[in-house]
């Protein structure tokens, strides 16, 4: 039997490895693998600073594998864990990477608006399209105080 992944968006904060932390948990109980996504955006006619399309996917690429590794330094058991650096919005990313998955995870992230202070602008397009069930890790109250500050 072919088990349907755990998907889980990150992007280096703290709510996002909270994500990764309870994604990975709810993979080894269910016996599935993870797929933890870090979505990017490289615009060469709107990016300022002197970089390159390569540079922005490397950095992408580590930012998984230090999440990852840390997420992981505690753990008697992990799952099998499928990393993915993905050019393009973060939210219409995870959108296209739910199909076919068991559950997207996604971290709330809070803004100054009030409609964003329980899901941040790609969790709320997860929750209204994407194609498996959501969990979403909500901020924490350290978090919530340092955004509305």
Known sequence: MITKPIV???DG??????????????????GC?????????????TDWTETT??????????LIDKAVQKASEKRQ?????????LRGDAAETLEKASEGAAM???????????RQMV?????????????????VIPVNDRELAETTR
């Open 8 to 10: 889980v968006g990150i």
């Open 13 to 30: 904060t703290p709510a996002s490895h909270r994500a990764l932390e309870w994604a990975l948990d709810e993979a080894v109980v269910r």
């Open 33 to 45: 693998s993870l797929h933890v996504i870090h979505a990017w955006t490289f615009e060469a006619l």
């Open 53 to 62: 399309e390569q540079r922005v996917r490397a950095e992408s690429q580590a």
């Open 77 to 85: 058991e992990l799952p099998e864990i499928i990393r993915q650096s």
């Open 104 to 114: 997207l995870v996604v971290a709330s992230h809070t803004d100054h608006r009030i």
């Open 119 to 135: 899901l941040g602008s790609t969790s709320m397009h997860v929750v209204r399209h994407a194609h498996a069930p959501i969990v």
